[in-house]
């Protein structure tokens, strides 16, 4: 299983991004898939989760309302659409599966697939 994330770069406050994940050796349709962040001496923390069986969508309450996350059974990839980014966005922004929902989706250790992660800087 390879998880290539990407999209990442340099936006100004207000912007928006898109981040995707493309993925092989597992159906996106078939796995719980999420976004992760890490900033500079900070633990990874969750950002959105999209669960296998019907597409339900968690989000952290910092992203709520600006970020969505998305998949495309086709093309096999997960997105995450960044709206109205703050410079507190910045960090390194990770990509993540496993092979079924947990109720602890917020938590890193429960999945056992990782992108590369793509770096997101967003300035004020």
């Known amino acids: 299983v390879q998880l290539q994330a990407s999209g990442g770069g340099l936006v100004q406050a207000g912007d928006s991004r898109r981040l995707s994940c493309v993925v092989s050796g597992l159906a996106v349709r078939n796995a719980a898939m999420a976004w992760f962040r890490q900033a500079p001496e900070k633990e990874r923390e969750f950002v959105a989760a999209i669960r296998e069986s019907n597409g339900a969508t968690r989000y952290s309450d910092s992203v709520k309302g600006r970020f969505t996350i998305s998949r495309d059974n086709t093309k096999n990839t997960v997105d995450l659409q960044m709206n109205s980014l703050e410079p507190g966005d910045t960090a390194v922004y990770y990509c993540?599966?496993?092979?079924?929902?947990?109720?602890?989706?917020?938590?890193?250790?429960?999945?056992?697939?990782w992108g590369q992660g793509t770096l997101v800087t967003v300035s004020s």
């Open positions: 993540a599966a496993r092979l079924y929902w947990n109720v602890k989706y917020y938590k890193a250790t429960n999945y056992n697939y």
